[in-house]
Structures are given as structure tokens and as C-alpha cells.
């Protein structure tokens, strides 16, 4: 069992940034893929970026390509999504996710483990 605890959302102004971590316990994960999803109300998960532990082969959704990095430290087991110049759009609660396999998905039923997902709000 693998638990992932989300952490770094808040308000943010137009063009501001964030950084959010989600921090991986239970049993090891490397060599499995990790990725971070949003979802506002109404609408079904989105797949944001995901990144596999044994490459550093990075995912992006078309979206925030140039915005959002992702990226990993494999002794803290944690991975966390740079949010830079953000966007009213953008708004969401953001949730970190890990794969039992090797297999880099970009749906939510290609992950196996969820945190509990931390508010992104992007004012103007």
C-alpha cells in the first residue's frame, strides 16, 4: 500500500506561482510512475504531468507545457509540480497519484494510489 500526502495549494494572483509536493510512504515506489491530476466541479479528472522514477522522462499536458515542471527527489521520496504564471484556469484541486506498474498513463484508472488533493485558486 502506498499513501501520498499533497501539500503547497493556496490563493494565488494571475501570474503568480506555486509549488506543490506530495510526499510517498508505505513501500517503495520507485520504478513506478507518478503523475498529478486536477479536477474542478463538474468535470472529470485531467491529467496534468506524470514522470517515471527510473527515467527522468517528464509528461505534460499540452495545457502547461512551459508553465508546470515536474520533478522528483528520490531520497525524500517526493515529487512536486512548479506552477509558474498561473491562470484563473488553472483553478482546481490538484492530487498526486502513483502507478503499480510501469507504465506511464495519462487516465485516471492508470493509477492505482491517491492523495487526498490540495486547492489550487488563481484570482485576478
Known amino acids: 500500500q502506498v499513501q501520498l500526502v499533497e501539500s503547497g495549494g493556496g490563493l494565488v494572483q494571475v501570474g503568480g506561482s506555486l509549488r506543490l509536493s506530495c510526499a510517498a510512504s508505505?513501500?517503495?515506489?520507485?520504478?513506478?510512475?507518478m503523475a498529478w491530476f486536477r479536477q474542478t466541479p463538474g468535470k472529470e479528472r485531467e491529467f496534468v504531468a506524470a514522470?517515471?522514477?527510473?527515467?527522468?522522462?517528464?509528461y505534460l499536458v499540452d495545457s502547461v507545457k512551459g508553465r508546470f515542471t515536474m520533478s522528483r527527489d528520490n531520497a525524500k521520496n517526493t515529487v512536486y509540480l512548479q506552477m509558474n504564471s498561473l491562470k484563473p484556469e488553472d483553478t482546481a484541486v490538484y492530487y498526486c497519484?502513483?502507478?503499480?506498474?510501469?507504465?506511464?498513463?495519462?487516465?485516471?484508472?492508470?493509477?492505482?494510489?491517491w492523495g487526498q488533493g490540495t486547492q489550487v485558486t488563481v484570482f485576478s
Open positions: 508505505g513501500r517503495p515506489i520507485s520504478n513506478y510512475p
Open positions: 514522470t517515471r522514477w527510473r527515467t527522468y522522462n517528464t
Open positions: 497519484a502513483a502507478a503499480a506498474v510501469d507504465r506511464v498513463g495519462r487516465g485516471p484508472s492508470d493509477y492505482d494510489y
